[in-house]
Structure formats: structure tokens, C-alpha cells
């Protein structure tokens, strides 16, 4: 018994102070004012704004019915599904057995970690659930700083440089791309180059590319590719099929990993036992690429791109910095040119300024702090996502020319608006 409560009250240390994840957090805050009667621009929780597609949806519907527990590591007929689309899309060779299956892929990274024991190397700035995912468990993070001239991308020299004083730790590190929070990608160069040092030191990649599918051209490639052995996929659907409430994560491994999945599997049997039958049914449908998906993906990246770059206009016309963006739908604008008239106005954190604007403007975003960088960094994450997504949708299907400024301010007003609100209230610092 003694052993029990050190053992809880261990786990209490990690917990102690840990607030809610801060996306699900600025979600719950938004929501409360609304209920208040307040008018609030949700571009804090970054959800997917397009419906789920009708072709899926139907699937779900035929299945139902269907209740039994399924395998552990996934439904036989989805992992197979998911390794044919890694074939098609990438030209990576998996088979159903290297596939595991969980309730969205947030489960499968802490499962991971609960699996691996290492040190967590971050990019900064990384989404908000790694770290703290990490801090449950007990695990050594390490932040990799990360720069505003290299478009927040990690670079292969610091990498290694953090790595060479400990050649044989062994490590985990996750990359993120597209983006959140920055909405960037790696070039095939630089993949190439971190592939290099990643195998030069055994490290893990977990390569989260649960955004893949949402580079606004539509030319995503995995570091995969080019460091098979060495590097996990993580993927679902939540993000490109719009289904983040069915909670379907995919875990892809390299066969010299087999030992890991299994691992994950055995800690996945003592918790969630196997996602839901009727989700994992319906997802076969979603991994087949056809016509119908293709077509939905299409129209889906042409409105974020078309989004995306008026955001980046507007803002670097009034001194937010911002690079262009690559893919999914969030933006890291960087205030910092603008510090002397927010601090005349006792904004000196990113946090204040993000407070500040909610309460002039009804605008919610999250400070950067919240995905690693520094506090008086004056960097903030914004997802661009507040909109009706299946009127958006509908209409692109019947706009054959390009998705112009009209189009955005008829079907995504509530993020106009909300961009133009933010433009507003810099220009009258």
C-alpha cells in the first residue's frame, strides 16, 4: 500500500499545475463567451472545418451495426487499406502488419511513449500535447530551437549539434509537417539532410503527418522515404477527412520496429482494447482513394490555400510577419516589429497580446508560448478555420475559376472578418 500512494503521488508531481491542453482549453473559453451572448472568432481549436466525405459517411452508416470487438492492432481489411495508400502516395512497401490502429493518433504518441524509453526531442515550436504528453510520463524533453528566417523549420545542423554529446542516448523526435503551429513544410532537401543525422545517431523519428494530405498543392513527401528504417508515420483522419470527433489514428513502422508495434499493442490491449468497429469499417472507405476522395481533397486544398494567402497579405501589409504557407491552416504571425506600440499599451507577452485582442476584438488565438517558443517572443498561433466548411465546399465543386477574395468573404467570412479585425486593431496601437 505504502509503494501504491509513492507511486500516485509520484504521478501527482508530474500532474500538479498541468492545465487543460491549450487548444482544447481556448475551445471551452470561446464557447462560454458565446454562451454569454458575446460575439467571439474562434481561431484557437484547430479542427478541421470540411465535412466528413458523403462516400464515408455512407460507409459508416452500412456498418452500424456491426459490434464486436475487433483485433487489437486494427481491423485486418483497414490496415491493409492504409498500407495500399502509403504504396500510392509515397511509394512505401508496408503490409497490414506493420499498421496499428488507435483511437486517433494524440493516443498512439503517448502509447508510444509509455512504450519507448528515451529522450523527446522538440522543435520549437511543436504542438501543444507532445511535451506535456511527456511530462505525464516522466520522460526528459529537449526543445530544438527553431528560427523565423528559416520558417520555423528544424535544421540538420542543430539537430545534430544537440545530439553529438550523447551520440548513443536513445531518442525520439517528432516531426510535424504541414505545420501546426506555422503552417510550413520541409523541402525533399532538408528531409534528406535530417534523415542523414537522424540515422547517424539511431534517433526515432515519429514523422506526424496527420496533415499530409492538406499541402495546399498537394505534393507532400514523408521523411520516410528517405529513412525507412528509422521512422514511424503517424496519420488519422481527423485532420484531411475532416473526422476528428470518429477518433481513427494510423500508426505506420518500419519492419526493424516491429518490436515497438507489438509493445504498443500489448499497452493498447490493457486500455483501449480496439477502436470502435463501425469507425474502423467505414475508414477502409476513406483510404481508398478514388475519384470521390481525390475530388473532395481538391476542392478542400484549393479554399486553405486561397485563405492562407490572404491572410498572408493582410498581415505583412501591417507589420505581423508571416511566411507563406504550405499546407493545413495555421499561421505563426510574429508581432515583434510592432513591440514598442504594445508595450506603450502593457502588452509584453505573447499571452497579454492574445488577451488583449480577444477582449477589443472577440478574436481568440493562442500565444505562442503554448507550442514552445519564448513568452516575450511576441509569437502567436492562429487556425484559420472558423467558417461553414460544406457551404465553402459545395461552392468550390461549381467554381471552376480560381477561389478569389469575393468567394472567401461570401463562404469564410468569420475568419475574414476576424483577420481584418486583428489588421484593425494593429493599425490603432
Known amino acids: 500500500m505504502e509503494k501504491n500512494a509513492l507511486m500516485c503521488e509520484s504521478m501527482n508531481l508530474n500532474l500538479r499545475g498541468m ?11 470561446s464557447n462560454e463567451m458565446i454562451a454569454q451572448g458575446k460575439k467571439v472568432y474562434k481561431l484557437g481549436l484547430g479542427q478541421a472545418p470540411f465535412p466528413v466525405p458523403d462516400v464515408v459517411v455512407e460507409e459508416l452508416k452500412k456498418n452500424a451495426h456491426k459490434k464486436d470487438y475487433l483485433p487489437v492492432k486494427g481491423l485486418y481489411e483497414l490496415r491493409d487499406a492504409v498500407a495500399k495508400y502509403y504504396k500510392l502516395s509515397q511509394d512505401l512497401d508496408y503490409t497490414a502488419d506493420d499498421i496499428l490502429i488507435g483511437p486517433g493518433s494524440k493516443e498512439l504518441m503517448f502509447i508510444l511513449q509509455v512504450v519507448f524509453y528515451g529522450e523527446l526531442l522538440l522543435p520549437a515550436p511543436s504542438w501543444v500535447s507532445y511535451a506535456p504528453q511527456a511530462s505525464i510520463l516522466g520522460r526528459k524533453i529537449s526543445w530544438i530551437e527553431t528560427y523565423e528566417e528559416n520558417d520555423w523549420l528544424l535544421m540538420p545542423d542543430d ?3 544537440h545530439c553529438k554529446n550523447d551520440p548513443n542516448a536513445p531518442r525520439v523526435i517528432i516531426l510535424n509537417y504541414p505545420n501546426n503551429p506555422t503552417g510550413k513544410t520541409y523541402p525533399k532537401e532538408l528531409l534528406k539532410e535530417l534523415a542523414e543525422v537522424a540515422r547517424k545517431y539511431g534517433i526515432i523519428v515519429l514523422s506526424d503527418e496527420i496533415y499530409g494530405e492538406l499541402n495546399h498543392d498537394g505534393n507532400h513527401v514523408s521523411i520516410a522515404r528517405y529513412y525507412p528504417e528509422g521512422t514511424i508515420i503517424s496519420s488519422g483522419l481527423s485532420k484531411w477527412c475532416g473526422a476528428g470527433g470518429w477518433r481513427l489514428g494510423t500508426f505506420a513502422f518500419p519492419k526493424n ?4 508495434l507489438d509493445g504498443m499493442a500489448t499497452v493498447a490491449s490493457e486500455t483501449f482494447t480496439a477502436v470502435s468497429a463501425p469507425i474502423q469499417f467505414a475508414s477502409i472507405r476513406a483510404f481508398n482513394f478514388d475519384d470521390a476522395i481525390n475530388i473532395y481533397l481538391k476542392h478542400s486544398r484549393r479554399i486553405l490555400k486561397a485563405l492562407g494567402m490572404y ?5 505583412n501589409a501591417v507589420g505581423i510577419r508571416v511566411p507563406k504557407p504550405d499546407g493545413a491552416f495555421y499561421f505563426l504571425p510574429n508581432y515583434s516589429e510592432l513591440r514598442d506600440r504594445l508595450e506603450k499599451h502593457n502588452i509584453t507577452t505573447s499571452s497579454k497580446l492574445c488577451d488583449a485582442v480577444l477582449n477589443d476584438t472577440g478574436v481568440a488565438f493562442l500565444p505562442g508560448s503554448d507550442f514552445g517558443r519564448d513568452e516575450h517572443e511576441f509569437t502567436t498561433r492562429i487556425a484559420y478555420v472558423d467558417f461553414d466548411g ?15 477574395e469575393e468567394f472567401l468573404k461570401t463562404y469564410c467570412s468569420n475568419t475574414i472578418v476576424s483577420v481584418d479585425k486583428i489588421c484593425d486593431w ?4
Do not use: M, Q, R
Not at 491572410?311 to 498581415?315: D, Q
Not at 460544406?390 to 478569389?404: C, G, N, Q, R, W
Not at 494593429?426 to 496601437?429: D, W
Open 159 to 161: 539537430l545534430d549539434s
Open 390 to 404: 460544406e457551404k465553402a465546399l459545395k461552392a468550390a465543386y461549381d467554381k471552376k475559376d480560381e477561389i478569389d
Open 311 to 315: 491572410i498572408y497579405n493582410h498581415f
Open 257 to 260: 520496429l516491429k518490436w515497438l
Open 426 to 429: 494593429v493599425k490603432a496601437l
Open 19 to 29: 492545465p487543460l491542453s491549450a487548444t482544447l482549453n481556448i475551445n471551452e473559453k
